[in-house]
């Protein structure tokens, strides 16, 4: 878990800081360059306003019941904060965020079929081996082409049972 991030008893993390990220994101990648482009318009602060009300229907749809709602939440949010041609590859250090943690758990890795095992370390918040020791077990199914499934990190993630190494 990323110091300074509040947990619930569920290992969740609070939804304000959730929100908080998604609204700080969205500031950093779209509405600041928006802002020096049109040299601080009005309406780069309605937008702001706007961003920060919407964000938190983002938030509560990702941590919602509705499951496909959420993965096309998570996927509509990835896009927007991370365009280009190249696959989604975060930092690992991202994946202990409150955004990091709830497309972990509700999508995976979206750019990849398979992670390293420094990866799903951080996808999961334990050591690299503690993955090892994980799929050394059968607690996590190991890759064919190496390193762990994303979907089955997703799948521990949810309290789903290990389906295999043939993911």
């Known amino acids: 878990m990323t110091p300074g991030v509040k947990c619930r008893e569920d290992g969740?993390?609070?939804?304000?800081?959730?929100?908080?990220?998604?609204?700080?994101?969205?500031?950093?990648?779209?509405?600041?360059?928006?802002?020096?482009?049109?040299?601080?318009?009005?309406?780069?602060?309605?937008?702001?306003?706007?961003?920060?009300?919407?964000?938190?229907?983002?938030?509560?749809?990702?941590?919602?019941?509705?499951?496909?709602?959420?993965?096309?939440?998570?996927?509509?949010?990835?896009?927007?904060?991370?365009?280009?041609?190249?696959?989604?590859?975060?930092?690992?250090?991202?994946?202990?965020?409150?955004?990091?943690?709830v497309v972990a758990r509700r999508a995976g890795h979206m750019g990849a079929e398979s992670v390293s095992y420094a990866t799903a370390g951080a996808m999961l918040g334990i050591t690299r081996q503690g993955v090892h020791d994980l799929v050394r077990r059968g607690r996590l199914p190991r890759h064919p082409d190496g390193g762990v499934p994303s979907a089955a990190i997703r799948d521990r993630l949810r309290g789903e049972p290990p389906r295999g190494g043939d993911q």
């Open 12 to 101: 969740r993390v609070a939804d304000d800081e959730l929100v908080e990220q998604i609204v700080r994101a969205l500031d950093v990648r779209l509405l600041d360059p928006l802002d020096v482009l049109l040299e601080g318009d009005d309406a780069v602060a309605a937008l702001r306003s706007l961003v920060r009300a919407r964000s938190r229907r983002w938030a509560a749809t990702l941590r919602g019941d509705d499951e496909t709602a959420a993965v096309m939440m998570t996927a509509r949010l990835i896009a927007t904060l991370h365009p280009g041609d190249g696959p989604f590859d975060p930092p690992a250090d991202w994946w202990g965020t409150p955004l990091g943690q």
